[in-house]
């Protein structure tokens, strides 16, 4: 029902916009975030943007090079991630959730299946 795509090689200090699409349903009111995993890693929180794009929030190690943004019309999520550094590598997934902002993995219903962000040096 997510679909995330936009992933790719990039060379660090460049730029990469994840989007992630559903289908099935519609997800306009529900919270939106996006979390990435890196080999032997725990999921780590990237950034959640509320259902009206009222309000996001980010990990303190994202602020100011990643912006998530939400398109209700297109049923939409996208993260612009800027600045890209080596240790950004990592498979990165969009989720959705009801109620508001949160960075917990465990408080989102639905997944996307991932997309490989590699960032070389």
């Known amino acids: 029902q997510l679909q995330a795509c936009g992933g790719g090689l990039v060379q660090a200090g460049g730029s990469l916009r994840l989007s992630c699409a559903a289908s099935g349903r519609t997800f306009s009111t529900y919270t939106k975030g996006w979390f990435r995993q890196a080999p032997g890693k725990e999921r780590e929180f990237v950034a959640a943007?509320?259902?009206?794009?009222?309000?996001?929030y980010y990990a303190d190690s994202m602020k100011g090079r990643f912006t998530i943004s939400t398109d209700n019309a297109k049923n939409t999520v996208y993260l612009q991630m800027d600045s890209l550094k080596p240790e950004d590598t990592a498979v990165y997934y969009c989720?959705?959730?009801?109620?508001?902002?949160?960075?917990?993995?465990?408080?989102?219903?639905?997944w996307g299946q991932g997309t490989q962000v590699t960032v070389s040096s």
């Open positions: 943007i509320s259902w009206n794009s009222g309000s996001s």
């Open positions: 989720a959705a959730k009801r109620g508001g902002l949160a960075s917990v993995a465990s408080t989102y219903e639905y």
